[in-house]
């Protein structure tokens, strides 16, 4: 009887024992854990190729801007060595920063297919820059390569003016193309109509109400703005 | 007979101690094995989380905006927003200057604490119309 009692001691002690071990054991664990900041670098590549890409495509975006304004304060300029700076820097950037993380990253263009036009008439104001731009980017796992139609098309045009009673109602198409894909608007762009802000009505079409001062000519002037600049105005006279 | 006693108490002895080796062992790998699982787990969740935010603002145009203007209240504000109540963050803005990278500010947002897993996530931003020049936005993000 007494030999059982100290048997079943002995075993209750064995399993505090165990279980105090446990608990000291995780304890430790944890606050050596946890006393130690931990910085880990997030490196999704499909991530990185996103950014680069989305971006890419801004940096053409904003050589149009200041190409198109440019041309519009008559400045004369030689456009290929102007979007051969910008895309330089650019891409000595992104290397810099990524291939030090273990990235390797190659983008290249062929200087000789650039090509850069506008068209402005009465009412429609139209520029655009070609480029076709090859991104890869491979780490030791993946490696992801694209060919890229990076042309940009900006197209601003007065699609109709209206007079009823003493408001003209004007309309106005602001496009944006890029690349293959047909992106119309750009829905964080802004579209004055004689420095009215006009209202965004879908489907690339901007929409506002002008007061009428009497009969007459009437000017109206349009521009578009969007994160990369001013860059496409229109103008007509009814 | 008090032989044998003493001889059946060192063989539960030794028996007690292998066993708890034994034991403890299992526990202490099957327990690393999980806290190392689970860390990768909210890791990555994090870094998931980051990318994502940092996208989205990328995307609708906001992150350009803020930065370029320099409106470092609005960007934390956006940046708050994309993210669950429980994660906090800071960040960092970079202008890229003659090769390098230059800090404008930062951190921005919550403390970064000295003992924990921090994620950190990075965008570069191609420029804008008045200023061409990158921008590199790093954000640290823990729970």
């Not at chain 1, 000789?112 to 491979?138: G, H």
């Not at chain 1, 139609?149 to 106005?172: M, P, Q």
């Not at chain 2, 708890?20 to 689970?38: A, D, E, N, T």
């Amino acid at each position: 009887m007494l030999a059982d009692v100290k048997k079943a001691q002995f075993y209750t002690m064995a399993v505090a024992v165990i279980a105090i071990a446990l608990i000291t054991t995780s304890i430790i664990i944890v606050g050596i854990r946890n006393s130690v900041q931990n910085v880990e670098i997030s490196e999704d590549i499909y991530f990185v190729f996103d950014n680069i890409k989305r971006e890419t495509l801004e940096r053409i975006e904003l050589v149009l801007a200041n190409l198109t304004q440019m041309n519009k304060t008559g400045v004369t300029f030689d456009y290929l060595e102007i979007t051969k700076s910008y895309l330089d820097l650019w891409i000595s950037c992104l290397k810099n920063e990524y291939e030090s993380r273990g990235f390797k990253i190659s983008l290249n263009y062929d200087p000789s297919q650039i090509s850069y036009f506008t068209y402005w008439n009465k009412s429609i104001s139209m520029s655009a820059l070609k480029i076709i731009i090859s991104i890869q980017i491979e780490n030791e796992d993946v490696k992801i390569k694209q060919t890229v139609n990076a042309t940009h098309v900006f197209k601003l045009y007065i699609n109709k003016i209206e007079r009823i009673g003493s408001t003209i109602s004007v309309e106005v198409n602001f496009t944006k193309i890029v690349g293959n894909s047909n992106e119309t608007s750009i829905d964080y762009a802004v579209v004055y109509v004689n420095d009215t802000r006009a209202n965004y009505v879908g489907g690339g079409v901007y929409r506002t109400e002008l007061v009428s001062l009497g009969p007459g000519s009437i000017t109206i002037y349009v521009a578009a703005s969007a994160p990369s600049g001013t860059f496409v105005e229109a103008c007509s006279t009814q | 007979m008090l032989l044998l006693k003493r001889k059946r108490a060192q063989y539960y002895t030794v028996d007690f101690i292998v066993a708890s080796i034994i034991i403890l062992g299992v526990l202490s790998l099957v327990y690393s094995q999980y806290y190392i699982s689970y860390e990768q787990d909210r890791t990555v969740y994090l870094s998931n989380l980051g990318n994502r935010c940092l996208s989205v603002l990328a995307e609708s145009g906001k992150l350009a905006e803020a930065v370029y203007d320099e409106d470092w209240e609005t960007l934390s504000q956006l940046i708050d927003l994309a993210l669950p109540p429980n994660v906090y963050s800071s960040f960092y803005v970079y202008r890229w200057e003659n090769g390098n990278w230059v800090k404008i500010v930062g951190p921005i947002g919550e403390d970064i604490p000295n003992s924990s897993t921090i994620v950190k996530t990075t965008y570069v931003l191609s420029g804008n119309y008045t200023d061409p020049s990158p921008r590199k936005i790093e954000l640290y993000l823990w729970e």
